[in-house]
């Protein structure tokens, strides 16, 4: 069989298992005693390795396997949760992960994970209880409530015998319910099975480890059964011993539904039945509305509709200047089902920012055991969606300014005590809609930014003068962290501080059309706060004219338009500025900045569009307003990626192109 047409399925998957594994895994650490939680693990972890084995992965199935014993060695309370042992189990699914990408980039998987695997069998064996030895054998006992004394004692009267059969599998079987089915099927065959331990659904799900118990009654001698259970492949022992049959010795929901009359017993049975299965049929059919698309084919469903949005200005152009009635009402519904459609394959391209996030509390649990800090990583918002586009290009950023919290932020749990703060800190990531905009904060509770510390460097490194920062604001000293190769790190560390600052997570996100900004309280902590587009690939614009060119201004970056007369235009600092509602606003001439060729100064009025930049303003003065419009951003290419102020193009419905201003480089 090709196994190759399953390929994409089993990478999508094994991502979403080891996913699961790594978030339980940090939940397992604050809460070592929820089985649940291991359960949901193991059953992860066992998914993962039945899949390696059918698709051939035999180095992925085998550390898979050997992770899955420790597991069940936590489950039946062998071994005890710790920070060294969970450091283990992490280090293996790191290795399962590079695997997964190794197979995802057309490798073969395999990877020396010896030394992991060793570390996981020292782990099994010495986790071991003190009063187990080696040999012995995992207590597992039965205990039979009313119904089934009454069943066993019936059996013993019609002549049947009543065995417990101890099953023991081999350490290297990777398909254990396979092998657990294989012995039910035989023992219903020679008997009836009363009872097994664990239950059946547990040993179906293989939870459980190399052995389980079986009651059963029949008539076939005992060394017979177990020649026949021998004869099943990766067996590795048969123990079989006659039950003497005692008083019920528990009580349980089957038992006690034993007592109720037959016909209300049926009843609840039939019941219990038919819920389960409308369970399972709404969950087939809720998981029926869901399928997989390769990202590419909305990439190209992406750039046909760009095409189309540049068609759509074309015909509505054309509209305007023949004046045909029928004409102008079809371009017009034809807009408004367009403008749908827009809206439907913008949403299939949003991405929760989960999945950025999702790296980052193990992320954080490394750093913290690295630095010795207590540090609880709380996450808000995860459901909060942005394109993918912003998505592929965020997580950086994001690590960056993280890693800064808990290195620069974030202080040792003595310092904190000393405080009277909690020794273990907390960073806070969330993200959340505004508008057409998208916020992600890092916020923490550590030392804060110390305002002179910085000024000393600034000035030290020639950023600012000393005259300058006798002046400036707390929000305006502490954004001079983003100037590059800005640093007030004492010591440089693996963590943080080797020179490359936030001036890089500053320009990362000014190119997504995004702002940073960071606001601090000495003593208290820290907040990053990250202004981000929903999408890059269509945007609403204002169009405006200078002279015969039509520039684009997005209107994400506008607060409003007005028309400013010349006697209030006045000069501070030989810049120009105008009084806009009690502030004073630069105003910056497009035509000087673009040196645009015949741009007249005629008329009594300049047409000005207010833009924001974070708290910053300035008023971009222009010849005239064209109108709103929704256009495609087209990039300019690598030989024009340097342009000042200039972030794209766009091709307009008459087929002239439109450069679209960026208004981030344009405010001072």
């Known amino acids: 069989m090709d196994m190759n047409q399953y390929l994409d399925i089993f990478i999508d998957e094994?991502?979403?298992?080891?996913?699961?594994?790594?978030?339980?895994?940090?939940?397992?650490?604050?809460?070592?005693?929820?089985?649940?939680?291991?359960?949901?693990i193991f059953r992860s972890a066992h998914t993962l390795k039945g899949m390696s084995a059918t698709m051939g992965f035999?180095?992925?199935?085998?550390?898979?396997?050997q992770l899955e014993n420790v597991l069940d060695g936590i489950r039946n309370r062998q071994l005890i949760v710790t920070p060294e042992l969970l450091d283990v189990v992490?280090?293996?699914?790191?290795?399962?992960?590079?695997?997964?990408?190794?197979?995802?980039?057309?490798?073969?998987?395999k990877r020396d994970v010896s030394e992991t695997v060793e570390q996981l069998k020292r782990i099994e064996q010495g986790g071991m209880p003190d009063k187990q030895t080696a040999g012995e054998k995992p207590p597992l006992e039965h205990a039979y409530g009313e119904f089934e004394y009454?069943?066993?004692?019936?059996?013993?009267?019609?002549?049947?015998?009543?065995?417990?059969?101890?099953?023991?599998?081999?350490e290297d079987c990777l398909l254990k319910a396979a092998r657990v089915y294989m012995v039910f099927e035989l023992l219903s065959e020679a008997g009836e099975i009363v009872k097994s331990t664990p239950p059946s659904d547990m040993l179906e799900e293989e939870q459980f480890g190399q052995e389980f118990l079986v009651t059963v009654v029949s008539k076939t001698p005992a060394d017979e059964l177990r020649t026949r259970l021998m004869g099943i492949s990766e067996i590795d022992g048969v123990e079989i011993a006659a039950v003497t049959v005692n008083e019920p010795t528990a009580k349980s929901g089957e038992q006690a539904a034993s007592e109720l009359p037959a016909s209300t017993a049926f009843e609840q049975a039939a019941a219990a039945q038919a819920e389960a299965e409308t369970v399972e049929k709404q969950a087939a059919k809720q998981a029926g509305k869901t399928i997989r698309v390769n990202i590419e084919r909305l990439d190209m469903l992406m750039n046909l509709f760009?095409?189309?949005?540049?068609?759509?200005?074309?015909?509505?152009?054309?509209?305007?200047?023949?004046?045909?009635?029928?004409?102008?009402?079809?371009?017009?519904?034809?807009?408004?089902?367009?403008?749908?459609?827009?809206?439907?394959?913008?949403?299939?391209?949003?991405?929760?920012?989960?999945?950025?996030?999702?790296?980052?509390?193990?992320m954080v649990r490394q750093l913290a055991r690295e630095l010795g800090k207590k540090v609880r990583l709380d996450i808000i918002g995860a459901e909060t969606e942005l394109d993918r586009t912003v998505i592929d290009e965020i997580g950086?950023?994001?690590?960056?300014?993280?890693?800064?919290?808990?290195?620069?932020?974030?202080?040792?749990?003595?310092?904190?005590?000393?405080?009277?703060?909690?020794?273990?800190?907390?960073?806070k990531l969330r993200a959340y809609h505004s508008g057409n905009h998208v916020f992600i904060e890092i916020e923490d509770d550590g030392a804060g930014i110390s305002r002179e510390k910085v000024l000393q460097k600034a000035i030290a490194r020639g950023i600012v003068s000393p005259e300058a920062a006798a002046h400036l604001t707390d929000?305006?000293?502490?954004?001079?962290?983003?100037?590059?190769?800005?640093?007030?790190?004492?010591?440089?560390?693996?963590?943080?501080?080797?020179?490359?600052?936030?001036?890089?997570?500053?320009?990362?996100?000014e190119s997504l059309g995004g702002a940073v900004t960071v606001d601090s309280q000495p003593g208290k902590g820290s907040l990053f706060s990250i202004q981000l587009p929903l999408t890059l690939s269509i945007i609403s614009v204002l169009l405006v004219q200078i002279a015969a060119?039509?520039?684009?201004?997005?209107?994400?970056?506008?607060?409003?338009?007005?028309?400013?007369?010349?006697?209030?235009?006045?000069?501070?600092?030989?810049?120009?500025?105008?009084?806009?509602?009690?502030?004073?606003?630069?105003?910056?001439?497009?035509?000087?900045?673009?040196?645009?060729?015949?741009?007249?100064?005629?008329?009594?009025?300049?047409?000005a569009v207010i833009v924001r930049k974070g708290e910053k303003l300035a008023a971009l003065a222009v010849d005239s307003f064209i109108g709103q419009q929704e256009v495609v951003l087209k990039s300019l290419g690598n030989y024009l990626s340097s342009v000042f102020a200039i972030s794209g193009a766009t091709i307009l419905g008459d087929g002239r192109v439109a450069l679209i201003i960026d208004c981030n480089a344009l405010v001072k």
Do not use: W
């Open 90 to 109: 992490f280090q293996a699914v790191d290795h399962l992960e590079a695997m997964i990408m190794s197979i995802a980039s057309g490798g073969d998987g």
């Open 150 to 170: 009454h069943v066993l004692q019936q059996a013993k009267e019609q002549g049947f015998s009543v065995y417990e059969i101890r099953i023991r599998l081999r």
């Open 306 to 362: 760009e095409e189309l949005v540049v068609d759509r200005g074309r015909l509505e152009q054309i509209s305007r200047d023949l004046n045909h009635a029928e004409l102008t009402e079809t371009v017009e519904r034809m807009s408004r089902i367009s403008s749908d459609l827009q809206t439907i394959i913008l949403n299939m391209r949003m991405v929760p920012v989960e999945t950025v996030f999702n790296r980052f509390p193990r």
């Open 14 to 40: 094994s991502k979403e298992h080891l996913q699961t594994i790594n978030e339980r895994l940090l939940e397992l650490e604050q809460t070592p005693d929820d089985m649940a939680l291991v359960n949901e």
């Open 58 to 65: 035999e180095d992925l199935a085998n550390l898979t396997h």
């Open 475 to 509: 929000q305006q000293v502490y954004g001079l962290i983003f100037a590059p190769g800005f640093s007030t790190a004492d010591h440089i560390s693996d963590i943080s501080g080797r020179g490359v600052g936030l001036d890089v997570v500053k320009s990362t996100i």
């Open 549 to 607: 060119e039509t520039y684009a201004i997005p209107l994400s970056s506008i607060m409003e338009t007005a028309l400013v007369r010349k006697e209030e235009i006045f000069s501070a600092h030989n810049q120009p500025v105008i009084d806009f509602r009690g502030k004073v606003v630069p105003l910056v001439r497009l035509k000087d900045v673009f040196s645009v060729p015949d741009a007249s100064d005629e008329g009594d009025t300049v047409a």
């Open 396 to 427: 950086d950023p994001l690590v960056h300014l993280i890693r800064n919290a808990l290195d620069h932020g974030i202080e040792a749990p003595d310092a904190r005590a000393a405080c009277g703060k909690p020794e273990e800190g907390t960073v």
